[in-house]
């Protein structure tokens, strides 16, 4: 069973950044990518980012691209940097993973989630 843990959320101020990070534990290998969703109050979950686990090819969602930087450790945990942030990335982050053979942006192509992790960026 794949479990992922997010931790690294908080307030902070616009302009500023956070690390997420994303523990995954169980039989992470057989996944084909990780994600990084986020989900504002009243909003439908939205794709951030995710990363293929074979070669580390990246994906972005326009809104994020240039602040934000998915990466990960050889222990399979991935990690979200998030620069330059704006009030309007005020969200829960959750990580994600499942065994679907292509990046999807459909939070419904995942089979695994974490509990999630609120950031909240004010001005």
């Known amino acids: 069973q794949v479990q992922l843990v997010e931790s690294g959320g908080g307030l902070v101020q616009a302009g500023g950044s956070l690390r997420l990070s994303c523990a995954a534990s169980?039989?992470?290998?057989?996944?084909?990518?990780m994600a990084w969703f986020r989900q504002a109050p009243g909003e439908e979950r939205e794709f951030v980012t995710a990363?293929?686990?074979?070669?580390?090819?990246t994906y972005y969602a326009d809104s994020v691209k240039g602040r934000f930087t998915i990466s990960r450790d050889s222990a399979g945990s991935v990690y979200l940097q998030m620069n330059s942030l704006k009030p309007e990335d005020t969200a829960v982050y959750y990580c994600?993973?499942?065994?679907?053979?292509?990046?999807?942006?459909?939070?419904?192509?995942?089979?695994?989630w974490g509990q999630g992790t609120q950031v909240t960026v004010v001005s």
């Open positions: 994600a993973t499942g065994y679907g053979s292509r990046i999807s942006t459909n939070w419904a192509s995942y089979d695994y």
């Open positions: 169980g039989i992470i290998q057989n996944t084909y990518a």
């Open positions: 990363m293929t686990r074979s070669d580390a090819r």
